[in-house]
């Protein structure tokens, strides 16, 4: 009922950018929550970036001063912008949105399918 498609990722050296997209369709009355999750064969999968149907957003630790989240909610579109890339940022991104979707009122989570992001040092 709702696909959220990625794009963006790639290979950048340590100390570039990247910036992620991922946009929401199908039966989508409201979203709530959009954000950012990353995952790598060693590690479970970890929250990097939220931001709220307003303006609130949450970040990593890790990533605070490096990284971005912002919304389009015109468009239902979340972005990631990723400054000061290091080698341990190296993971398959996930997006994920809470969606209630057309004749319901309740909200569900939804995911992309990943991006790879690979950053060489």
């Known amino acids: 009922q709702v696909q959220l498609v990625e794009s963006g990722g790639g290979l950048v050296q340590t100390g570039g950018s990247l910036r992620l997209s991922c946009a929401a369709s199908?039966?989508?009355?409201?979203?709530?929550?959009m954000g950012w999750y990353r995952q790598t064969p060693e590690n479970p999968r970890e929250m990097v970036a939220t931001?709220?149907?307003?303006?609130?957003?949450n970040y990593a630790d890790s990533v605070k001063g490096r990284f971005t989240v912002s919304r389009d909610n015109a468009k239902n579109t979340v972005y990631l912008q990723m400054n000061s890339l290091k080698p341990e940022d190296t993971a398959v991104y996930y997006c994920?949105?809470?969606?209630?979707?057309?004749?319901?009122?309740?909200?569900?989570?939804?995911w992309g399918q990943g991006t790879q992001v690979t950053v060489s040092s």
């Open positions: 199908g039966r989508i009355f409201r979203i709530d929550a």
């Open positions: 994920h949105a809470e969606v209630r979707t057309s004749g319901t009122t309740w909200y569900t989570d939804y």
């Open positions: 931001i709220a149907s307003g303006v609130g957003t």
